[in-house]
């Protein structure tokens, strides 16, 4: 590809050396360093006068970044004494993350004594969120997480004093850049570059391991060796040579051990690389957990982590065959059957059924690289039946028994409804499992089938109006006779019956009712009430029912409030 002019960008660069932006400033200024231009950036009257507003007291944390590394940046002079008094009053206005972190960078290029800046490393640090005890990161992402590491490990070495971060944390920090390698944008690569950097280079406190897979998941007679890359966070090789030893090898999820101790050889493959012959070990196919260490070979290294019990997922996969395979066409009707001997992966052709047969499938999945009769239970076993002429498709599942022999049944009258029709059919088995390196698809047989019932109707058209929905509803029950339901009525009204019955014949007194307007009104309008009742349990709806009763319901009151005020009157007296 086409590379750019040095000159070109560096002259570019110095086009920018009296912006007004900052920020600009300092990546202009951080360019010509990283070009290695032959003069620094010389920064003009307007530039110098923000750079020198970026580094006064009151500034943020993130104006003095950017102006202190452009000092530093394009060699000129720098009051560490005054810009670390602004730091920290940066500091007490603004103490999130990415402040302090902004602020570590800042005190890493300053001299004097830095020491209260360096304390707060700690306070940060704790502050990091673990995930499912595997990653560590700082809320706000890469690009804080990077800040910060990046910052504490430059001011811890200004500082001369060890990083607040221990070996598990190291390890925690690594193991996040690293998921965060997918990176898409062209700032977040170089954040994820430089949090690696301050975690391999000469000043980093450790070394996090990067041990993995260097070969494939799927370890088979053809390929027998694991290789594993064993490579700090860049990708490349650790210095000196390394015992890599294979601590442990264990089936998955059955927890059987293979084998433990296996010392692995250096692999000519690439550097950094080491393997091991598996099927040495004769595994049996499956999923094998290992369990890796690598140490240095010339003793323990204190500076190296996450080099020991790293746990790494292979499979060991086989060669599947298939034996004993036979297809038996048994008349339901007769009571014989007729056995086809097959042969993988041959085609049996010329096969005629009719409807009342029944086909039988049986056969044996082994291991192909096995001396012995070594039988195999494989995950997916399906016979599909097509039909020629349509295309269509009918898929079964071939279950094993207790023997490891595989066997499938179908009534064709059973399953007469769900083929279609007549023609000429095809057989095929379906074969798979994951650590079978060979799935198998094997057209064992052509048929011509005869059904009675023969080809479905097509299906109508989905814009063609339904058939009419008819609902019957429930018939009404019989009523009841006439006499019984006159006879449950004179039941109910006797009570009044027998209250006017006992009224006589106490001697109830009347003789003080006042036949005035308002008395009639009262009693009218209870026995109204009364008779709308009636009316409602007869024929009247609720609704009806209430119009009334608010009428009747309004002038019986009127009345009853006159009647009882009069006897009140007449009582006084």
Not at 36 to 53: I, M, N, T, Y
Not at 91 to 111: E, N, P, T, Y
Not at 295 to 310: D, M, R, T, W
Not at 470 to 495: D, G, I, N
């Amino acid at each position: 590809g086409k590379h750019a002019d040095k000159t070109a960008l560096c002259t570019a660069v110095g086009g920018h050396a009296d912006s007004a932006s900052l920020e600009t400033l300092y990546a202009a200024s951080a360019a010509a360093v990283a070009l290695g231009c032959p003069q620094k950036l010389k920064l003009g009257a307007k530039a110098a006068e923000v750079v020198k507003s970026g580094t006064s007291d009151g500034s943020t944390t993130a104006s003095l970044y950017f102006a202190v590394n452009t000092l530093a940046a394009t060699g000129a002079k720098l009051d560490s004494k005054a810009v670390l008094t602004a730091l920290n009053s940066a500091i007490k206005k603004d103490d999130s993350l990415k402040s302090l972190g902004l602020a570590f960078h800042v005190a890493a290029l300053l001299s004097g004594d830095v020491s209260k800046i360096y304390e707060r490393i700690e306070d940060v640090i704790v502050q990091a969120d673990t995930v499912d005890n595997k990653m560590m990161q700082f809320e706000g992402g890469l690009s804080v997480t990077s800040i910060v590491l990046t910052g504490a490990a430059s001011l811890a070495a200004k500082a001369g004093k060890p990083l607040p971060v221990t070996a598990d944390q190291a390890v925690m920090f690594a193991t996040y850049l690293l998921s965060r390698k997918s990176v898409q944008q062209a700032k977040g690569a170089l954040q994820l570059l430089e949090g690696v950097e301050s975690m391999t280079g000469k000043l980093a406190q450790f070394t996090p391991v990067s041990v993995s897979l260097a070969s494939s998941l799927a370890v088979q007679k053809t390929s027998p060796n694991v290789v594993i890359s064993v490579l700090d966070l860049k990708g490349n090789p650790l210095a000196g040579d390394m015992k890599v030893t294979l601590d442990s090898i264990v089936s998955s999820p059955d927890g059987d051990s293979l084998a433990t101790g296996v010392a692995m050889t250096k692999s000519d493959t690439a550097a950094g690389t080491y393997k091991a012959d598996l099927m040495a070990l004769k595994p049996a196919p499956g999923f094998y957990e290992l369990t890796v260490s690598a140490k240095s070979s010339g003793g323990a290294s204190a500076k190296l982590v996450g080099n020991q019990g790293v746990k790494l997922m292979v499979k060991v996969l086989v060669e599947a065959k298939i034996t004993g395979a036979e297809l038996k066409v048994i008349d339901s009707e007769a009571g014989g059957n007729k056995a086809h001997k097959l042969t993988y992966p041959q085609t049996t052709s010329g096969l005629a059924l009719r409807q009342k047969d029944r086909l039988q499938l049986t056969f044996a999945v082994e291991n192909a690289g096995s001396a012995k009769a070594e039988k195999l239970i494989v995950h997916q076993a399906f016979v599909k039946i097509a039909h020629v002429e349509s295309g269509s498709e009918i898929i079964y599942v071939a279950e094993s028994d207790s023997n490891d022999v595989y066997k499938f049944e179908l009534d064709l009258d059973a399953e007469a409804d769900l083929l279609k029709g007549s023609g000429k059919y095809t057989l095929t088995l379906m074969l798979g499992d994951p650590v079978v390196s060979n799935p198998i698809s094997w057209l064992f047989g052509e048929c011509q089938l005869d059904l009675t019932l023969g080809a479905p109707a097509a299906e109508g058209s989905p814009f063609q109006p339904k058939p009419e929905i008819k609902h019957l509803f429930r018939e009404p029950e019989a009523r009841p006779p006439q006499m019984v339901s006159t006879v449950f009525t004179l039941l109910c009204l006797s009570p009044v019956l027998i209250l006017l019955i006992l009224w006589f014949k106490l001697g109830a007194n009347i003789s003080n009712f006042s036949f005035s307007l308002s008395a009639i009104g009262f009693h009218l309008g209870l026995g109204a009430i009364f008779a709308l009742y009636v009316m409602f349990w007869l024929e009247l709806t609720m609704f009806v029912t209430m119009r009334y009763l608010a009428l009747i319901g309004v002038a019986t009151f009127i009345c009853g409030n006159s009647l009882l005020a009069g006897i009140a009157k007449k009582t006084s007296k």
